[in-house]
């Protein structure tokens, strides 16, 4: 009776181009779906990027390992799914976190029977938090945990400080300022995370709350994204 006069109010619509739905069976309609990009399955066995590589591993990782074990995302930032992104994180629309985080969980759902068992949002800085009246991260890993029966332990990971202005550092200053952008509680020592967030873009974020999170005594560390882009490749 409540689902019903709900869905009477806010009839179930596209979470893309927002068109009315039929029924409540689906996140997209059927053009959004049929335009959706999965990510190709031959990919880095660690960060992702798609392709044959040699032990499995992409240049970039075997040049440089990442402080996490793996980061995956179902999709590719395009078409639909980077619209739904739009709208959740830029366009007012906070309720769009239940739909992404049970997309989420359904298409990782392999990934994540062999990801860390805590899960932790990839944290806002608490100016651009003002500015956006909520944490489209936190919201996401809200609705994955609960519907993946995971933990999801608030205060673990903080970001300090908006990143300084990069002029005139060198590569490995410019690393340190990323890296404590972020602070790891002291009770990730001994546990492993799965760090989660929207969109994987150059890494360099998931690279600095990793760095923090190692540093802080985790185990190991595993990210995952709803969309996942390539501009690096
Ligand atoms: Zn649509
Ligand atoms: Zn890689």
Same mark, same amino acid.
């Given at each position: $009776?409540?689902?019903a %006069?709900?869905d009477l ?13 039929p ?8 053009t959004? +779906?049929t335009a959706? =990009? ?10 992702a990027?798609?392709?044959?590589f ?7 990782c ?8 793996? @980061? ?11 619209? !739904? ?6 366009? +007012?629309?906070? =309720?769009?976190?239940?739909?992404l985080? =049970?997309?989420l969980?359904?298409e990782?759902?392999?990934?994540l029977?062999? @990801? ?6 990839l ?5 651009r938090?003002h ?13 994955l !945990?609960?519907?993946i029966?995971?933990e999801?332990?608030?205060?673990? %990971? ?10 005139g550092l060198s =590569?490995?200053?410019?690393a340190?300022? $990323?890296?404590?952008a972020?602070?790891?509680?002291? $009770? ?13 873009t ?7 709350a ?21 501009? %690096?490749a």
């Amino acid at each position: $009776m409540l689902s019903a %006069l709900l869905d009477l109010l806010y009839p179930p619509a596209c979470i893309a181009c927002a068109k009315v739905l039929p029924g409540a069976g689906s996140h997209f309609c059927e053009t959004c +779906d049929t335009a959706l =990009e999965r990510l190709p399955p031959a990919c880095c066995l660690t960060c992702a990027e798609p392709g044959t590589f040699p032990g499995g591993r992409c240049h970039r990782c075997r040049a440089a390992p990442p402080p996490f074990s793996r @980061a995956w995302a179902p999709f590719s930032h395009e078409g639909p799914l980077a619209r !739904a992104i739009h709208r959740f994180k830029y366009e +007012d629309h906070p =309720e769009l976190a239940a739909p992404l985080g =049970e997309l989420l969980a359904d298409e990782a759902r392999s990934f994540l029977d062999k @990801a860390p068992a805590f899960v932790v949002a990839l944290p806002l800085h608490t100016r651009r938090y003002h500015a956006r009246k909520y944490d489209q991260a936190q919201l996401l890993v809200g609705v994955l !945990a609960k519907r993946i029966g995971r933990e999801a332990p608030v205060g673990w %990971l903080t970001r300090t400080r908006e990143t300084q202005r990069q002029v005139g550092l060198s =590569e490995t200053e410019r690393a340190n300022n $990323m890296a404590d952008a972020f602070t790891a509680s002291s $009770m990730v020592k001994g546990r492993e995370v799965l760090l989660v967030d929207d969109v994987f873009t150059t890494g360099a974020t998931a690279r600095a709350a990793a760095v923090a999170l190692r540093g802080a005594g985790a185990t190991r560390v595993e990210v995952l994204t709803v969309a996942r882009a390539f501009s %690096l490749a």
